[in-house]
């Protein structure tokens, strides 16, 4: 089993920048292939980003492409989603999830995590 904190949230004005981070506890971090998704109020949780184990390959929602980043340190536990050119529509709850893998894959549905943390706040104003 493996928990997730994930903290970096807060209000930004639109085209700033923020970094999320999701500090991970338990079992082996490197053995998990980890997402982030973010919920705004009323809707469904939406994929945003994805990184397998090693950290070899990414893939991001359209809606993100060219703006965010995610990058993981196994050493430290850690995956981050660094945010540029932040938008309105991007506030969120962000979260991070991880999924126990056995090989070099990244996933994309909520369905196929198996662990997540409690989220943090994202709020861009215009």
């Known amino acids: 089993q493996v928990q997730l904190v994930e903290s970096g949230g807060g209000l930004v004005q639109a085209g700033g920048s923020l970094r999320l981070s999701c500090a991970a506890s338990?079992?082996?971090?490197?053995?998990?292939?980890m997402g982030w998704f973010r919920q705004a109020p009323g809707k469904e949780r939406e994929f945003v980003a994805a990184i397998t184990r090693s950290g070899g390959s990414t893939y991001y929602a359209d809606s993100v492409k060219g703006r965010f980043t995610i990058s993981r340190d196994n050493a430290k536990n850690t995956v981050y989603l660094q945010m540029n050119s932040l938008k309105p529509e991007d506030t969120a709850v962000y979260y991070c999830?991880?999924?126990?893998?056995?090989?070099?894959?990244?996933?994309?549905?909520?369905?196929?995590?198996?662990?997540w943390g409690q989220g943090t706040q994202v709020t861009v104003s215009s």
């Open positions: 338990g079992r082996t971090f490197s053995s998990y292939a």
């Open positions: 999830a991880a999924n126990y893998d056995s090989g070099p894959y990244y996933y994309t549905r909520r369905y196929e995590y198996d662990y």
